[in-house]
């Protein structure tokens, strides 16, 4: 057990409840640009797939951000990424013509196979690279390291959800806070002081210490019972962390953060408090989650159009590389492109 996992076990009980909370798309509108800036156009600049710009897109997108893989692993997130690519028909004839070769992802696998159970990041990954010594997973990591360096350099200043600040000090009253995250710590610690958030909680746990249903159980064993914790998240991965653990959850639904928190301020964290939190109340909230996150991607419905799809998501991805990187290649389907 490292030093940080040593402080999350160790911190002392001081409140009656405890909060776990997600950072990236939870607490900061961090995970569009991340994700559509760097993540997904460092896939293709270090395989050369641009010339699948636009089918690369718009499966990272569904993978990482508008299904209910969204916020896993990185390294899973390309595992589904380039299975996904395989299952659209027209892709392979784009394959062919200009001469792309998709990932061989079998070291890829055989990392996540190996250390999925304890931690899957760059510091797990640098022993992997050490024992198995493959260009393939240098490559990874490379990848790994550059997206995470692109990432401080681009992606700053991003303010917190609106009334997160006002739901934070509120929940300190009555509950010790930690942050649980497969983000790098260092990108963690950055972002929380930066808006001098760090001083609602008590740990801020990354990937290195593990995965988020880990962070719970450790600083949670012996201290809390399962109605006095609660976890906020906006991911399908996060409510899985709280259900391994007997914990509440409270999703912070993708699309209406804003309004998630407002909420939480004024019904979810009086009801926690109350303990009428639990029932019908977090059913409600589960079943709103549950219908914006499908599950079946859009290249699986009937009359797909790849074009359209496509274009659904201009807008945004247009806004984000104009405040995050507007120097950055990002390709624009026009309305009378064929």
């Known amino acids: 057990m490292n030093a940080a996992t040593e402080r999350l076990k160790n911190f002392p009980r001081k409140k009656k409840f405890l909060i776990a909370i997600d950072s990236d798309g939870c607490v900061f509108d961090s995970m569009n640009p991340k994700q559509i800036v760097v993540f997904h156009a460092k896939i293709m600049e270090f395989h050369q797939l641009w010339g699948i710009e636009s089918y690369l897109r718009e499966v990272a997108e569904f993978v990482n951000l508008f299904s209910r893989t969204r916020g896993c692993n990185r390294f899973i997130a390309l595992q589904h990424i380039y299975r996904f690519l395989t299952e659209i028909p027209e892709i392979k004839q784009v394959i062919m013509e200009q001469g792309i070769t998709l990932p061989d ?202 074009r359209t799809s496509y274009r659904e998501r201009q807008p945004l991805r247009k806004a984000m590389y104009e405040r995050f990187d507007p120097q950055g290649r990002l390709l624009i389907m026009e309305e009378e492109d064929k």
């Open 105 to 306: 992802t079998t070291t890829l696998d055989a990392y996540i196979k190996k250390y999925k159970d304890i931690s899957l990041g760059n510091p797990t990954l640098e022993e992997y690279v050490q024992e198995r010594r493959e260009s393939s997973l240098s490559k990874l990591l490379t990848w790994s390291k550059a997206v995470n360096s692109t990432v401080a350099a681009k992606i700053k200043n991003i303010p917190p959800f609106h009334h997160v600040r006002e739901a934070l000090a509120l929940a300190s009253e009555n509950a010790d806070l930690i942050v649980v995250s497969q983000t790098p710590y260092e990108a963690l610690g950055r972002e929380w002081k930066e808006h001098n958030l760090n001083n609602y909680v008590r740990v801020i746990a990354g990937q290195e210490m593990g995965k988020k249903e880990e962070h719970i159980r450790i600083a949670a064993r012996g201290k809390y019972k399962s109605d006095e914790m609660l976890m906020l998240g906006d991911a399908p991965g996060d409510r899985r962390a709280a259900e391994a653990n007997g914990a509440l959850f409270c999703p912070i639904i993708p699309g209406k953060e804003t309004q998630s928190w407002k909420r939480l301020v004024e019904e979810a964290l009086p009801r926690f408090f109350e303990k009428t939190f639990a029932g019908s109340y977090q059913k409600e909230l589960m079943a709103e989650f549950d219908q914006a996150l499908p599950s079946k991607p859009p290249w699986q419905e009937l009359n797909y159009d790849h």
